[in-house]
T-cell receptor, first 115, second 114 residues
């Protein structure tokens, strides 16, 4: 089972910041938080990941709370092309023959960016 | 260009036939993965491979088989034993399975049983 909780859907106005929340209250100290997005009928696209510190790249910012039990993905200026399903995933270090180290997907948040 | 190539994009299969989906990567990644996605659902892991000549079952391996004879290739065979094979199949790869190493995905293959 996925170790994260996300709202099933969100709307955002074009040009505004989109803030997508994720709850991961059972996260362990060595587990990373990953964000991917998927546009219909395409492969998931990697966005960003982090362990403890906030992270920023050309696509987005990731804000992780100090207790690491939740995080927020921020798309600073949403466009219509950001409409997609966004997945928040907690990923741990691998164990041989086990699922640790793999990505376990939940149902994600469907973000709709509106004109 | 570096990346992950899946083929074919669309495939139709008659019931009772095996079919093999191709996945090739030129990223020099050791780890490779196969996922299945049903409409409106998240991805589910079928098989993964940490290194050449080694692979492990994921959450839904029944009715599927894989091989990893070369580092760059990880083909998936959907056998006639798979009860509901119609789905979107995604291949992925990463440097290794370390938690800090990003997993990248191909564009996927649609399989339809007719």
């Amino acid at each position: 089972d996925a170790k994260t909780t996300q709202p099933p859907s969100m709307d955002c106005a074009e040009g505004r910041a989109a803030n997508l929340p994720c709850n991961h209250s059972t996260i362990s100290g060595n587990e990373y938080v990953y964000w991917y997005r998927q546009i219909h009928s395409q492969g998931p696209q990697y966005i960003i990941h982090g362990l403890k510190n906030n992270e920023t790249n050309e696509m987005a910012s990731l804000i992780i709370t100090e207790d690491r039990k939740s995080s927020t993905l921020i798309l600073p200026h949403a466009t219509l092309r950001d409409t997609a399903v966004y997945y928040c995933i907690v990923r741990g270090y691998p164990n041989y023959g086990g699922s640790q180290g793999n990505l376990i997907f939940g149902k994600g948040t469907k973000l709709s960016v509106k004109p | 260009d570096g990346g992950i190539t899946q083929s074919p994009k669309y495939l139709f299969r008659k019931e009772g036939q095996n079919v093999t989906l191709s996945c090739e990567q030129n990223l020099n990644h050791d780890a490779m993965y196969w996922y299945r996605q049903d409409p409106g659902q998240g991805l589910r892991l079928i098989y993964y491979s940490q290194i050449v000549n080694d692979f492990q079952k994921g959450d839904i391996a029944e009715g599927y088989s894989v091989s990893r004879e070369k580092k760059e290739s990880f083909p998936l065979t959907v056998t006639s034993a798979q009860k509901n094979p119609t789905a979107f199949y995604l291949c992925a790869s990463s440097v290794d399975r370390g938690a800090g190493n990003t997993i990248y995905f191909g564009e996927g293959s649609w399989l339809t049983v007719v």
